[in-house]
Antibody, heavy 127, light 108 residues
């Protein structure tokens, strides 16, 4: 069974860089057809996609965060990372790593489910 | 602002049928996926594609789509269905994930 586990500092100072790692077990990041990425949820608010990479290496970022975000994969292909620069209190959130798909459904539309989530890690931005 | 719009809250009587909707232009070519999130837990996928349920999701959950609106229906709601529900799909361009703002479902 695939498992995702986030790790990293729970407290980051304003203007510094938030860095998180997601360790993947029970599956391979290099498996075709899958995207791997990060989603966050500020306390009491909804979900926001941050960015993802495709198994081939192409990365995609939320346009609202694009200038501050980097998602990268470890050469071991068992971990991937998130870096978010110049953080402010607005970046305080639970950060989830996740796997998602993108395929053409037999019903005639595309489908993009997030089928596996990590448990999430709270990152607080505060001095 | 989210490109997918959900009603903030929906109430459903125990054992009755409740429906949550998600609206957005991208839903004219992308199916919505639906997630259930209980307090302090990560979201779990409950519906994806035309109307598919991952293993372990009860068959009282079903999905449908028409035009720019996707719906999640809970037929015979149970107390344990009380949770926040989110829809998601790709954006119109197809490169980015987008989420709805979430719907808080209360089972009365």
């Amino acid at each position: 069974q695939l498992q995702l586990q986030e790790s990293g500092p729970g407290l980051v100072k304003p203007s510094e860089t938030l860095s998180l790692t997601c360790t993947v077990s029970g599956g391979s990041i290099s498996s075709s057809s899958y995207y791997w990425g990060w989603i966050r949820q500020p306390p009491g608010k909804g979900l926001e996609w941050i960015g993802s990479f495709y198994y081939s290496g192409t990365t995609y970022y939320n346009p609202s965060l694009k200038n501050r975000v980097t998602v990268s994969v470890d050469t071991s292909m068992k971990r991937f990372s998130l870096k978010l620069t110049s953080v402010t209190a607005a970046d305080t959130a639970v950060y989830y790593c996740a796997r998602h798909l993108y395929y053409y459904d037999s019903g005639g539309y595309y489908s993009s489910p997030v089928d596996f989530w990590g448990q999430g890690t709270l990152v607080t931005v505060s001095s | 602002s989210s490109e997918l719009t959900q009603d903030p809250a929906v109430s459903v009587a125990l054992g009755q049928t409740g429906r949550i909707t998600c609206q957005g232009d991208s839903l004219r070519r992308h199916y919505a996926s639906w997630y259930q999130q209980k307090p302090g837990q990560a979201p779990i996928l409950v519906i994806y594609g035309q109307n598919n349920r991952p293993s372990g999701i009860p068959d009282r959950f079903s999905g449908s789509s028409s035009g720019n609106t996707a719906s999640l229906t809970i037929t015979g709601a149970q107390a344990e269905d009380e949770a926040d529900y989110y829809c998601n799909s790709r954006d119109i361009g197809g490169y980015h994930l987008v989420f709805g703002g979430g719907t808080k479902v209360t089972v009365l």
